[in-house]
């Protein structure tokens, strides 16, 4: 029953704010509905703590509990146009409609009534006509400063009379008509009153937030706002225009050419450096952007938003989008905003005719006006970075040259790490000749870098790497070039894979072993070639007798080997939870995060070949035991079947490891063919959960067959059938 109640509630509270007409009204609609409890026409309301400041809930506020960062603290009551009678559940009664005047009294704006008494502007709010009044709370007008209060009432005929026209609009408008971005001419002299409608529910005039919505009256409407709003007559331009301490900011908008954007018409936020913001900044850097067109104009663009965001529209952290293309963070922490989670904001809604103006004490510099070592520098790759200067490397990261730097995580350098020759030969190969985004690269592709080689880009299900080195962060695009977070020092291809195996002492049996096979050709060839490398602890891991004979038979020497191959190349960043690999030979190879294959560690991963990869591992894969396969397994149909009904689990299990381990490439329609044929299901009822099952009876005959590696499947099959 519970459950029924709280999925009934769930869908009524869907279906309710779906026919919400505006932000607004959904969020007025929720609150309803989270009060309700408490009886009819009860909205439920968050306080935050230690403030007088109260917001309609939304679910995001209802389930965190808090605003800007702040506890909120939960209260019910009376929603717009309602109020409790006595002796009764909720607010069942309307508020009795009277006009403007008297309305004011009781909605929590009677120093606004007093204030319209003392201009005599109580005879027009009490007469005949259609207003809508943006009332100043009473908390609105004690936080006016004391020279701005005492000026409007020194001249309550002139200057306060203005003032209050100014908060009135000729006509009657709800919360519903309160579209964003509108404007209505005011009372005085017509000038509009700027309205902007958040998605959050919160509505705004000139900045102002309306904390009491929709206050219905004989001759109009008021809505309650948290401020006493001015006329604005300037565009956001003119702040920056008229203001000293806006004045490296004017010279930089007239540099790149912004001035006629900012004088036009629109709905702009301008987070707007003072000159203590420019001084922060290195001289040569800041000298160089304000020489830079290209980089200013990215410079000053990353400080305009598209929208139009007053303080008082942010609840919680929003990514918004700028006019360079990325976006900021905007929020709050109490009743600080912050921008990228910092509270720079010094000075808040100083609102134009098109848009509004934030003072800020940081200079924001977005990656497109950095040079790729300003973009290392501000990145978890301050070892790369010291040691890319430390090669003589700085020049090309500084100037204007178009390329991609592979900059290693801090993590992929051992403490210590010191510059030496190959060092510095080494970082020159993890630069790029081109500048690149991670999204225009494409498997097997070949990139050139300053130190003249040649690395291939490799594309997997959940990694994008480049030789071994994988990208492990969103690459950055600075004003001529882009870096690349990768997870380790790159290892460029030297040689082919027979190459690296004769440079490498650890695997002097394995070349001889391929040499044996005949298999050189194939790990010179252009590839590309996946290598599990068995060392030669891994060789000398297996018993004397049946290592001879192995090497001493080329084929089955081949076949083993190509199971450590494969016709594609896969390095450790692209190996993920249970990826396969289809070997040259035999059965698919399953590797795992760690790298493991077939559960058995790599003992050294990633040595990167022109023609493919190597890994080296520890164990032969599949584990060898040549000798003792005819012992165990006779290859007669009697013998066999009398092991299967002594233990039938075991024998299967050890009869289809076998069948891994032959790495012969035979069709099981084909042995399936052959077993039909032998009519094995007359067996005794023992042995049947292992034998009539036909893929079980495959891999049971086929095994026994394959002990003679010199006889194909054709003939083997044909002797079995001359056998029953």
């Known amino acids: 029953m519970q459950h029924l109640t709280l999925f009934t509630l769930a869908i009524t509270l869907i279906a ?92 929590g704006a009677a120093t606004t009534k007093m204030y319209s008494e003392r201009a005599q502007l109580r005879e027009e709010i009490e007469g005949p006509g259609s207003f809508t009044f943006f009332a100043p709370s009473n908390q609105a007008w004690a936080a006016l400063p004391t020279e701005i209060l005492d000026a409007l009432v020194s001249n309550v005929n002139i200057e306060l009379l203005n003032a209050l026209h100014y908060h009135m609009v000729n006509r009657r408008l709800t919360s519903e008509d309160l579209k964003h971005g509108s404007a209505f001419p005011s009372m005085y002299q017509d000038f509009n009153v700027h309205i902007h409608h958040y998605p959050n529910g919160i509505v705004t005039v000139n900045c102002a937030r309306l904390v009491k919505t929709d206050q219905h009256a004989t001759n109009g409407i008021v809505h309650v706002v948290d401020r006493v709003i001015t006329a604005v007559t300037n565009n956001v331009h003119t702040f920056i225009d008229t203001d000293d301490d806006l004045e490296t900011l004017r010279t930089a908008v007239a540099a790149a050419g912004l001035t006629q954007m900012l004088e036009s018409d629109g709905h702009y936020t301008v987070f707007a450096p003072t000159n203590e913001a420019f001084e922060k900044i290195p001289p040569e850097m800041l000298k160089r952007i304000l020489g830079d067109p290209v980089a200013l104009r990215d410079l000053l663009n990353y400080h305009i938003l598209k929208n139009m965001q007053c303080a008082e529209s942010i609840t919680s952290g929003t990514p918004l989008e700028t006019l360079q293309g990325t976006v900021l963070e905007v929020g709050c922490d109490g009743s600080d905003m912050t921008l990228n989670g910092k509270a720079i904001i010094q000075k808040k809604d100083q609102l134009g005719t098109n848009g509004v103006v934030h003072y800020i004490n940081e200079l924001l510099i977005p990656d497109s006006a950095k040079t790729l070592l300003e973009l290392a520098q501000g990145s978890a790759v301050t070892t790369a970075t010291k040691l890319f200067v430390d090669a003589g490397l700085g020049s090309h990261l500084s100037g204007s040259e178009a390329l991609t730097i592979l900059t290693p995580q801090n993590e992929a350098f051992k403490e210590g790490v010191t510059m030496t020759g190959e060092l510095k030969k080494l970082l020159k190969n993890h630069i790029l000749k081109e500048q690149l985004s991670s999204g225009v690269l494409y498997h097997r592709q070949e990139l050139e870098t300053l130190g003249g080689i040649k690395l291939r880009v490799l594309v997997y299900r959940n990694s994008l790497c480049i030789e071994n080195s994988c990208i492990a962060a969103h690459d950055k695009t600075g004003r001529f070039g882009s870096m690349f977070t990768v997870d380790k020092v790159l290892t460029p291809p030297m040689g082919t894979i027979m190459d690296v195996l004769k440079a490498d002492d650890q695997f002097s049996l394995l070349v001889g072993a391929i040499q044996t096979a005949g298999l050189t050709e194939l790990m010179n060839q252009a590839g590309p070639h996946t290598v599990f490398a068995p060392t030669n602890d891994a060789f000398s891991a297996l018993p004397k007798a049946d290592l001879n004979k192995l090497m001493g038979n080329p084929q089955e020497l081949a076949s083993v080997l190509k199971y450590h191959m494969a016709k594609e190349i896969l390095v450790s960043g692209g190996v993920g939870s249970h990826t396969r690999l289809k070997p040259l030979q035999g059965d698919k190879l399953e590797l795992n995060m760690t790298v493991y294959i077939n559960k058995v560690p790599v003992v050294e991963a990633d040595l990167m070949a022109t023609n493919g990869v190597v890994h080296a591992v520890g164990t032969m894969q599949p584990s060898y035991r040549s000798g003792r396969r005819h012992a165990l397994f006779p290859r007669d149909e009697r013998t066999l079947v009398r092991k299967v009904q002594i233990n039938p689990r075991t024998t299967a299990k050890v009869l289809v490891k076998m069948l891994e381990e032959t790495g012969t490439k035979v069709s099981i329609s084909t042995v399936k063919r052959v077993l039909y044929r032998h009519n094995l299901k007359g067996r005794s009822a023992r042995k049947k959960p292992l034998l009539q099952n036909p893929h079980k009876k495959a891999r049971l005959w086929f095994t026994t067959a394959h002990g003679d590696k010199d006889r194909t499947f054709g003939e083997m099959s044909s002797g079995l059938m001359k056998q029953k």
């Open 16 to 107: 309710t704010i779906c026919l919400a007409k505006s932000p607004y009204q959904s969020v007025l609609q929720h609150s309803r509905i989270r009060g309700r409890q408490h009886g009819p026409n009860v909205c439920a309301m968050q306080k935050i703590q230690g403030t007088d400041k109260k917001y309609f809930t939304n679910c995001k506020q209802w389930y965190h509990r808090k605003i800007c960062g702040k506890p909120t603290v939960i209260s019910y009551e009376c929603c717009p146009g309602y109020e409790k009678l006595s002796g009764e559940k909720g607010c069942p009664a309307a508020l009795p409609l009277v006009n403007i005047y008297n309305t004011l009294g009781v909605v």
